[in-house]
C-alpha cells in the first residue's frame, strides 16, 4: 500500500538517466503521460499507467510534475539588506563610491557578524521557505560572510540548525576563501588563516569552495588554497572566470573540482578545458540580469559537451533572485540553453555537483520524493509563463509540504 498516489499526471517529466549527464545526454528528457506516481516511506514506489492502491490520492490530471529543484549555488545564509547599493549601481555609481557609502560585501561581512545566531536562523527560514513556494527543495549555502573563524563556524552552524528547522534540504560549503578582510598583509596571509581553521570546519561539511578572480585570490593563491583544502581531503568548488578571464576554469579542471561557478568571462580554450573534463560548469544567469551585464556562453559550453548546472547564486549584493523559473527563462533566452537542458541542469547534474546524484534529481522508482507539481498543460510552458503563479504543490520526502 502507498502512503500517497499523484494519480493521472498531465505530464511527469524527468532526466533520463543517472548525473553527470553532458552532450545529447543532457539535451533528452522523459516525459510520461497520463501516469500515476506512487510514493511510500518518503520515496517514489511506483511510475505506472495503471491504478495503484494507496491511503490518499492527490488528482494530477491538470499538472506538469517535475522532481523538486537544486539550487546547487546560493549564499544563505546571510543577512540584511543592500537595496540603496543596487540603487546607486543602477545610477551609475562606482563600486569606490558604493563602497565609501558603506555598502558592498564587507557591509555583509559586518551585519553577519553582528547577527545572532536566532537572527541568522529567522532571517534565511523565511528564504528557504520562499524558495520552497517556487519548488525549489534542495538549497547549497555558504559561509563567506565572516572571514574570521566564529562568525564562519556560526554560519555554518545556521547552516545545520537551518536544514534541521525547515522543510528545504540544505547542503554546506565553507567559503571563508570569499574576500579578504582587514587586518592581513595579502592573500596568501589570509588564506593560511582560513586552512588553519579547516580541521574545525570538517565537523560542518567536506567542502570548500575559493573565489578566483583579480582583486581577490589570483592564479597562484587559489592553487595554493586547493593542494592544502585537498591534502586535507575537502573536496573543492570554484568562483571561476566571473569578471575577468583568470583562468579559475582550467584550474577546476586541473585539481578535479566538483564545479567551476559562474564563467561569465571564460575564454574559448578555457570553455573547453572544462567542457573535456568531469568538473560541472554551473551557469547563473540571474546574476548577469541582475547586474546588467553580460551572460555565460550556454550553448557553447554544451556543445562542447560540458556537464552544465543551473543555480540561482542568491546573495545580497550581486544577485537576490532564488526563482528556478525565473532562472530557467533567462538561461533559455540569454545563454542558448533548451528547456530540456535547462530542467536536466536543475534537478539531476545540479544533485551531482552536491554529490545527491542517484538520490535526488529524477522521478524514478527508490529515489526520494521531492517532487514539485506545477499548474501548466505542458512543461516547455515553464520559460513562457515563468512569472506566473504555476506552482500547485510541492512535496517533500514523500509529505505535501505547500498547497495540501
Ligand atoms: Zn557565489
Redesign the pocket.
Known amino acids: 500500500m502507498n502512503d500517497l498516489v499523484l494519480s493521472n499526471a498531465l505530464q511527469v517529466v524527468t532526466p533520463l538517466q543517472e548525473p553527470p549527464l553532458r552532450g545529447k545526454e543532457l539535451a533528452e528528457i522523459e516525459v510520461l503521460e497520463d501516469v500515476n506516481l506512487g510514493i511510500k516511506g518518503g520515496k517514489i514506489s511506483a511510475i505506472s499507467n495503471t491504478p495503484l492502491e494507496s491511503r490518499r490520492y492527490v488528482d494530477a490530471s491538470n499538472c506538469v510534475i517535475l522532481p523538486g529543484f537544486v539550487d546547487c ?3 544563505i545564509p546571510f543577512y540584511g539588506s543592500r537595496h540603496e547599493e543596487f540603487l546607486m549601481r543602477t545610477q551609475g555609481k562606482s563600486y569606490l563610491e558604493i563602497m565609501q557609502a558603506g555598502g558592498g560585501i564587507l557591509s555583509t561581512v559586518e551585519a553577519v557578524r553582528a547577527a545572532r545566531i536566532e537572527d541568522l536562523l529567522s532571517f534565511n527560514t523565511r528564504l528557504l521557505g520562499e524558495m520552497l513556494s517556487r519548488g525549489v527543495t534542495t538549497v547549497e549555502g ?1 559561509s563567506g560572510y565572516g572571514l574570521d573563524k566564529d562568525t564562519e563556524l556560526k554560519q555554518l552552524e545556521a547552516l545545520r540548525v537551518l536544514d534541521e528547522i525547515q522543510h528545504v534540504d540544505v547542503i554546506p560549503t565553507f ?1 571563508g576563501a570569499h574576500a579578504i578582510p582587514s587586518g592581513f598583509k595579502n592573500p596568501k596571509e589570509y588564506l593560511e588563516y582560513v586552512i588553519s581553521i579547516l580541521n574545525e570546519v570538517r565537523e560542518y561539511t567536506d567542502t570548500v ?1 575559493i ?1 578566483c578572480e583579480e582583486e581577490v585570490f589570483g592564479i597562484e593563491d587559489t592553487e595554493f588554497f586547493l593542494k592544502a583544502a585537498k591534502a586535507r581531503g575537502f573536496k573543492v568548488r570554484l ?1 571561476a572566470d566571473e569578471l575577468t578571464s583568470l583562468g579559475g576554469s582550467k584550474l577546476a579542471a586541473r585539481y578535479g573540482a566538483l564545479s567551476a ?2 564563467l561569465i568571462a571564460a575564454d574559448e580554450d578555457s570553455l573547453k578545458t572544462l567542457a573535456d573534463s568531469e568538473t560541472v560548469a554551473v551557469l ?1 544567469p540571474g ?1 548577469s540580469f541582475f547586474l546588467g551585464e553580460s551572460y555565460a556562453k550556454g550553448r557553447q559550453l554544451l556543445n562542447n559537451g560540458a556537464i552544465l548546472a543551473l543555480a540561482s ?1 542568491l ?1 545580497p549584493g ?1 544577485c537576490n533572485i532564488y526563482d528556478p523559473f525565473m532562472v530557467i527563462h533567462l538561461a533559455v533566452v540569454n545563454c542558448g540553453i533548451t528547456i530540456e537542458e535547462a530542467i536536466n541542469a536543475y534537478t539531476a547534474n545540479a544533485a551531482h555537483v552536491l554529490g545527491l546524484g542517484g538520490n535526488k534529481g529524477l522521478i524514478r522508482e527508490g529515489y526520494i520524493a521531492d517532487l514539485v507539481l506545477l499548474d501548466l498543460r505542458h512543461y516547455r510552458e515553464i520559460p513562457y509563463r515563468f512569472s506566473h503563479d504555476i506552482v500547485r504543490m510541492v512535496i517533500k520526502d514523500g509529505e505535501v509540504v505547500l498547497g495540501d
Open positions: 549555488h546560493t549564499h555558504k567559503l569552495d573565489f568562483h561557478d559562474h547563473m546574476t547564486d546573495n550581486s
